[in-house]
């Protein structure tokens, strides 16, 4: 199960849509909004996304969890637009008979999906606002004073 | 033949556009960049960090991209 949504992530869904009677494990990820980064004190998030694209890299990512980890049962949900300080922006739920395979596969799958998944987040900070992870030299550019 | 490019985040916000048209008959990914930085001069120091994107699946700089499909220009992302 991969999904792109719009509002909070019902976490209760995710987890079962990855429990199973032969699962032994459920491992999950909850990627939550932190109120500072890189210095500046964060007000709140906007998520952006090239969403069929998104939507196809976030599949083959799974799909990949599969070849690895044959027995994993995977759920990404991804929710976009403004997040508040606290909100879940990802949560993954990997499911697997054993508590190693599960810890791999969800490991896995977070740090791939933050390499390549093209969903980018704008931070509101005080002072600005900035694309998070664009460089244009060796300063970061800030938009708004 | 002229293709739109859609572009995402801070570099759509430095184009104060979507997405652009360029003169493009064929060629490598990074020649794409290329025509597209020499098009838009300002973009050309965000362009070097994008990734291109055709139909949904990203593209080596080495490899072809024909005037056809959706072509994107995905700047470095940051989900998850």
């Known amino acids: 199960m991969v999904e792109l949504v719009d509002g909070p992530i019902e976490a209760r869904r995710v987890l079962a849509a990855v429990r199973s009677p032969a699962c032994g494990a ?7 909004v932190r109120d500072h980064h890189e210095g500046r004190r964060v007000l709140f998030l906007e998520y ?15 799909g990949d969890v599969s070849r690895r980890w044959p027995d994993v049962r995977l759920a990404i949900v991804h929710r976009l637009g403004r997040l508040e300080i606290g909100d879940t922006s ?33 931070e509101h900070y005080e002072g600005g606002e900035i694309w998070v992870g664009e460089q244009t030299g060796p300063s970061v550019e800030k938009i708004g004073s | ?14 184009a104060k556009a979507d997405e ?10 990074a020649e794409l960049l290329e025509r597209v930085a020499r098009g838009r001069p300002e973009l050309a120091r965000r362009l070097a960090h994008c990734r291109v ?3 949904c699946a990203f593209v080596g700089p080495g490899d072809p991209v024909e005037p056809r499909g959706e072509i994107a220009l995905i700047p470095p992302v940051s989900g998850g």
């Open chain 2, 1 to 14: 033949m002229t293709v739109r490019v859609r572009l995402f985040a801070g570099l759509a916000e430095a």
């Open chain 2, 53 to 55: 994107a055709v139909d």
């Open chain 1, 26 to 32: 459920i491992v999950t990820f909850d990627g939550t």
């Open chain 2, 20 to 29: 652009i048209e360029i003169d493009w008959e064929g060629g490598s990914a």
């Open chain 1, 48 to 62: 952006h996304a090239y969403r069929p694209m998104a939507r196809r890299v976030l599949s083959e990512i799974s």
């Open chain 1, 90 to 122: 990802v949560l993954v739920a990997a499911a697997a008979p054993h508590r190693a395979e599960a810890f791999e596969a969800a490991r896995h799958a977070i740090e791939r999906i933050k390499i390549d998944v093209p969903i980018w987040k704008k």
